[in-house]
């Protein structure tokens, strides 16, 4: 994203032939509100299904489609020798296959033919295109060129049909693409891998109507999700109560209240994942009754005033414990959350050594909180430590920014 003070980045917005064109434009949009300057190239394909004048209007750039338009502007090297950014959404598999054979019979082709910025595709097909081998071949091909092909979402497609090939919804692609313009590579070394995330908060009923919970937002555990997907992993997240977060790519979301429902959750799965990482903000107490009906003010035992609490049980110790004891057949890396706040004796990450000691996990994503710090943010920051005693700063970005540094340690961890 631009500051205000830099210069506005040059993005190029790439549109193939697909019905999910009409996505883009809120890709554009995305874009211009950080004040992007935005060129749309569509193909001529693409312009079957949104008109050259909507790009227009919401890129305020001339828009084309070949390369003999404004042929004294030089338009087919210079767009994309200019670009900080090129965003194809939707790719077709007959424009990958165009990019990956080094074509440029088109201006979207010619760009990328030129281009040495970042370049993120996000492919949209029918599931039998997809998983075609020549599809397959031409995302292998782009992505050993450094081309970031994000993994479709999965899920209902043009027609009745439902599997992978949807497009992202654009504000994962937005994210993905400035993470990755930022620095942030998807390698495929979680390909095969089975990931466990627990995200969210937990709730914890006093009565029908009322709880103990947290102001989580589940958006690192959904990021963290997001970038294991992108990397390849086969993705599981046990969610407690979230804002509204897009499920990342062919992850299964299972969604849960209490603590004690996660606990259940993760215990069930824990022995099949060869990661776990537990970014929820579990509730460590609940009520020991939940009224059946809603609790009036007063002064009795049975009123709102008085609530007596039990301990819950702690998941990731337990997870700890069950896999020093062999139980869990994957031998999963485990990695845990601290939001911890530091106070006049001691700092936040001195109470996140002692807590990765006690949890016995083998890395701990420390993140200091507070009023207005990480809960909710888009942003996040802190330290990574491990049983070595390494401490890793983790320097503020994205949540994906934050989640790709997890997965970069947690991925060396374990080699
Ligand atoms: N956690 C868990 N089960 C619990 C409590 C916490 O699995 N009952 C996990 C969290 O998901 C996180 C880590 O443990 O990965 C640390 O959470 P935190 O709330 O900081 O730890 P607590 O053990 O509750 O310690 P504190 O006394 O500081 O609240």
Redesign the pocket.
Known sequence: MSSPSAPARKIVVGVAGGIAAYKACHIIRAFKEVSDEVRVVPTAAALNFVGKATFEALSGNPVSTTVFDEVDKVQHVKIGQEADLIVIAPATADLMARIAAGRSDDLLAATILVATCPVVIAPAMHTEMWHNPATVANVKTLRERGITVIEPAHGRLTGKDSGPGRLPDPEQIVDIANAVARGVSLPRDLAGKKVLI?AGGTKEYIDPVRFIGNSSSGKQGFALGEIAAQRGAEVTIVAGSTVELSTPAGAEIIKVSS?REMFEAVQERAGAADFIV?????A?FRPDTQASSKLKKGHDEDSLSVIHLLE??????TTVQRRTAGELDSNPLIV?????TGDEKTSALEYAKA?LKK?GCDLLMCNEVGVGKVFGHDDNQGWILDTQGGVEEVKQGSKLEVAAAIWDRAASFRR
């Not at 537990?278 to 579990?282: F, G, I, N």
């Open positions: 627990t603590t537990m970014a929820a903000a579990v460590d819950n049980p702690d998941i990731l110790a845990g959350f601290a939001a911890e807590k949890k």
